[in-house]
Structures are given as structure tokens and as C-alpha cells.
């Protein structure tokens, strides 16, 4: 089953999102997802707010900066959130934007190893594990939650180069590919991921969580259009290479310098593969698409203007976009 979920915008002002979640809850997602981009809102203190305000969402976490936390202190503060809601926490981690960790002094030497030693320490700790480990990045000596998780959740990488993927494969339980994710390159992630299961003997689910930008109008495509373009501006190369655009992008941001005229040009058949877009039977079809190359959950990211989210995702929730998609094979249960 591909579950489909809601992001709550970290542009939106914190003391909206009780309402908002409970909100995603009863429009019929299965899964609300915030995010801690430096420096709007702490992500666990997010959370906390949003399972609070509902009864049955899953909330992600997508995702907690692995440097910006000592892997005992995460692991408290999220034991501490699974016990009281069992089977609703879905944390996630990453490397964290290295201008925003050299920001705030937490750039570490190796932001691979950095990610890898905590997840693992944070995994563990959870498990109920005695922890003694001496890595490039985490020093722990004998640590032990008095408050364990009889059964932890998959913790999740937000990550996208094929190095990370293939720790992500290694280390974690999950993966979170962000906006910009099209099927191509969901696939091409996973051999990335595969590679580190095989690597580290792993048989175990492995959960695919895909960002996607969602825009069903004419307004919400063009909110979308302008969207993709804004992200163009950086290095995309990763994402958009499995689709074989990644020149033609580039040659694209380079020659229109204004956003608008770039979102304008952005020719319709990519919008199609890097979000959900168009009619209600051309966004049923992206949705399979996502389905079909593996993800497990599709996360809606609404585009534009961030106090109009609600609309667009009850917009996706009355053509029926919120069903999940059923299938036969087997995938982590939320």
C-alpha cells in the first residue's frame, strides 16, 4: 500500500500547525510531515504539537540535521515521543545544509561518517542496546535508555548522491528523497540503496518516502512552475540526471535569469514526472508512476503561497488523491 501525506510548510508560522494537522487528519492523509530547515521550527518539537492535535496521523519527521544533536539526546527525545504515541513517529535524519552547520559551528570534518555513527548510535539506543562507540563523530561510553522502544520505527536518511544512498541502505531503515524525485530517479535511488543492504547483508523493509510538489489548478501549476524553478537555481544534477534533463535544466536556469520567465519555460512533460500536476486523471497517473517505481509514501508538498496549503491538499482530498494506492506487494506498515 503507497500511503499518501502532507507536508506542513516550514514557512508557515509554527502556532498554526495544531490546527493544520488536525485539519491533513480529517481531509483522509495518512501521514503529515514536518521538516527543520534552519532556522524556522524545531522538528521534534513539531512533531510533538502535531500528534498532540490528532488522533490516528502518522507525523515524519523529515528531517533532524544528525550534527546538530547528540545521538543520546535524539534518542531520549524520541523514545520519549514513540511511548507516548506508539506507532505514530516516523524520525528521519540528514546531513543538514553545510552552509547552515558551518552557520552554527556544527560542521563536521566528514558529513558522511557524521550521519552514519549517529543514526546507528540512535537505532541502537532505542533497541534497548548498552552503547560503547568511539567514531570519527560520536563518543558514547556505556549509555542505556531507561525508556526503550519494544518495537523502534524505521528511522529514515533524507538524503539524495549515491554515497549517502548507499549509507542510507546501510544504516537505516528508510529513505526520504526530496522535492524534485521524479520516478526515474526513485529508481535509480533505490539500486543506490540496494547497493548498501547488499553490502551490509540487509533483507529487511527498506521505506521509500518521495516529496512531491502539488499544484491541481491553473494558480497551483504555476505555484509549482515557480517552485521547481527557485530549486533550479542550484545543483539539481543528482535528481534530474535518471531523467536525462539534467543539461537541458541547466542550459535553462542559465539563459532565463528571472524566475518567472524560467517557471514559464519549464516545458510541461517535466511537471509531470517532478510533481503531482493537471488534471485529476493526469496526478492519479504521476501517483501510480511514484507507486510503480517503489515509493511507499507520497508526501504532497504545496506549492505557492504557504497560508493556502490547506486548500490545495483538500483540493487533492475531494478528487480522491488521498486514497491509498493497493497493491499486492508487500511494503513497512505505517
Known amino acids: 500500500m503507497t500511503s499518501v501525506g502532507a507536508m506542513f510548510p516550514c514557512a508557515v508560522e509554527p502556532e498554526a500547525l495544531p490546527s493544520y494537522a488536525h485539519q491533513v487528519e480529517a481531509l483522509g492523509y495518512q501521514e503529515l510531515w514536518v521538516v527543520e530547515d534552519c532556522f524556522f521550527a524545531g522538528g521534534i518539537a513539531a512533531a510533538t504539537a502535531a500528534l498532540a492535535a490528532t488522533e490516528r496521523l502518522a507525523v515524519g519527521i523529515g528531517v533532524l540535521p544528525a550534527v546538530m544533536r547528540n ?15 506508539p506507532g505514530r513517529v516516523l524520525p ?15 560542521l563536521p570534518p566528514s558529513q558522511l561518517a557524521a550521519l552514519g555513527e549517529s543514526v546507528a548510535a540512535v537505532r541502537a539506543l532505542l533497541a534497548g542496546e548498552t552503547v560503547t562507540t568511539a567514531g570519527k563523530h560520536v563518543r558514547l561510553d556505556g549509555v542505556r535508555l531507561e525508556f526503550p522502544i519494544a518495537e523502534p520505527p524505521p528511522i529514515s536518511l533524507g538524503v539524495r548522491a549515491a554515497r549517502s ?41 527498506h521505506r521509500y518516502t518521495v516529496y512531491a510538489y502539488l499544484g491541481l489548478d491553473e494558480d497551483g501549476e504555476w505555484a509549482v512552475r515557480r517552485s521547481i524553478a527557485r530549486v533550479l537555481r542550484g545543483d539539481c544534477s543528482v535528481q534530474l540526471g535518471p531523467m536525462g534533463i ?6 535553462l536556469a542559465r539563459i532565463h535569469a528571472e524566475e518567472e520567465d524560467l517557471a514559464r519555460a519549464l516545458p510541461r512533460e517535466w511537471l509531470h514526472q517532478l510533481a503531482v500536476t493537471g488534471t485529476p486523471d493526469e496526478a492519479a ?5 511514484f507507486h510503480d517505481a517503489g515509493a511507499d509514501s507520497v508526501v504532497f508538498v504545496p506549492a505557492g503561497d504557504p497560508t493556502q496549503a490547506l486548500s490545495g491538499l483538500a483540493q ?6 488521498t486514497d491509498p494506492v493497493v497493491t499486492e ?6
Open 71 to 85: 545521538p543520546a539526546t535524539a534518542a531520549l527525545e524520541l523514545s520519549t515521543l514513540l511511548r507516548i504515541f
Open 92 to 106: 528521519g535524519f540528514g546531513h543538514g545544509v553545510a552552509s547552515w552547520m558551518e552557520q552554527i559551528g556544527a
Open 165 to 205: 544512498l548507499r549509507l542510507s541502505g546501510k544504516v537505516a531503515d528508510g529513505t526520504v528523497l526530496s522535492e524534485l524525485s521524479a520516478p526515474a530517479y526513485v529508481r535509480w535511488a533505490r539500486e543506490q540503496v540496494d547497493a548498501g543492504r547488499a553490502e551490509a547483508g540487509r533483507t529487511d523493509p
Open 246 to 251: 539534467a543539461e537541458e535544466a541547466a542550459d
Open 285 to 289: 497517473k504521476t501517483l501510480r508512476e
Open 316 to 321: 487533492a482530498a475531494a478528487v480522491g488523491l
Open 329 to 334: 506487494s508487500e511494503s513497512w506498515p505505517t
